[in-house]
Nanobody, 124 residues
Framework: QVQLVESGGGLVQAGGSLRLSCAASGRTFSNYATGWFRQAPWKEREFVAAISRGGGSTKYADFVKGRFTISRNNAKNLQLLEMNSLNPGDTAVYYC?????????????????WGQGTQVTVSS
């Protein structure tokens, strides 16, 4: 099991940017594909982005393509999410997730390890 701690959330105006970080510990981070999910009030947790163990392959939800960028630094056990052109629809708790293995997957049930989440609020 890998432990995940998110940070970087906050309040930002529409059109602004934030960078989320996910710090991993407990196991060899480079053995895990990782991703970001989000959950808005009264909604299901949804996929945002995912990245392969080495960082060479990524996937994005359609609603964030061109605005968000996922990356990772295995030497520092970090996963990042750069978020630009934020809008109120991006308001949610953002979760970091990890799964042992090669495949870059988009389903919630594909991920075993989760962080506690960080709140992102975008004002209009």
């Amino acid at each position: 099991q890998v432990q995940l701690v998110e940070s970087g959330g906050g309040l930002v105006q529409a059109g602004g940017s934030l960078r989320l970080s996910c710090a991993a510990s407990g196991r060899t981070f480079s053995n895990y594909a990782t991703g970001w999910f989000r959950q808005a009030p009264w909604k299901e947790r949804e996929f945002v982005a995912a990245i392969s163990r080495g960082g060479g392959s990524t996937k994005y939800a359609d609603f964030v393509k061109g605005r968000f960028t996922i990356s990772r630094n295995n030497a520092k056990n970090l996963q990042l999410l750069e978020m630009n052109s934020l809008n109120p629809g991006d308001t949610a708790v953002y979760y970091c997730a990890a799964r042992a293995g090669v495949a870059v997957l988009t389903g919630r049930d594909d991920y075993k390890d989760w962080g506690q989440g960080t709140q992102v609020t975008v004002s209009s």
